[in-house]
Structure formats: structure tokens, C-alpha cells
């Protein structure tokens, strides 16, 4: 069994987070940028983990990353390594748990 149905037979209801952009929006955060959230992932992901924080506070059970428009590419166009974009994208994953 995968971990997506074995989540869902043990808990049927499941509230995710979400809305992360508009959350780093409304704390200030200027997305306007092909990385979108992922440029905040990169500058403030302090921020990003406080979003997750609310989330869970507010209710939720689980977080999605805020990888989204995290790739190495696009990173490595604003001039990082492989290696750091790599290492954001795993910090992504962190910052949710």
C-alpha cells in the first residue's frame, strides 16, 4: 500500500495548508518573480516555516512544500550551484516538517 492510501484509510479526512503565496504576500513578501514562493525559499524561508506554523495552528494535519517554481534550473539561473538548489529544495521539506 502506498502512503497516500495509508494515510487516507486511517484518517478519511485530512485538512492540507495552502495558500502559501498569498500567505508570504500578506506577510510582506514580494513574489512578483519567475521563482515565486521559491524566491522567498531562497531569501526568508524563516518566513515560509511561520506560514506552516500558522496553518497548523489554524487546524491543519499536513503541509505541502513551498517548492513550487523551486527547480535547479530556475535557480541556477539567479546564479546558484546545483548543489544549493538541491539543498533548498530539501530545505523546503524541512521547513514543512
Not at 502512503?3 to 503565496?21: K, L
Not at 499536513?62 to 529544495?89: D, F, N, V
Request: glycine share 6%; hydrophobic share 45%; with cysteine.
Amino acid at each position: 500500500m502506498n502512503p497516500i492510501e495509508q494515510i487516507s484509510h486511517h484518517f478519511p479526512i485530512v485538512i492540507v495548508d495552502g495558500a502559501m503565496a498569498t500567505e508570504l504576500e500578506n506577510y510582506g513578501c514580494d513574489l512578483n518573480d519567475r521563482l515565486w514562493s521559491a524566491k522567498a525559499l531562497m531569501e526568508n524561508p524563516e518566513l515560509i516555516k511561520k506560514v506552516h506554523l500558522d496553518y497548523f495552528q489554524a487546524g491543519a494535519d499536513c503541509a505541502i512544500t513551498a517548492s513550487y517554481q523551486a527547480t535547479i534550473e530556475g535557480y541556477k539561473e539567479r546564479g546558484l550551484a546545483e548543489q544549493q538548489a538541491i539543498a533548498l529544495i530539501q530545505k523546503s521539506v524541512e521547513l514543512a516538517a
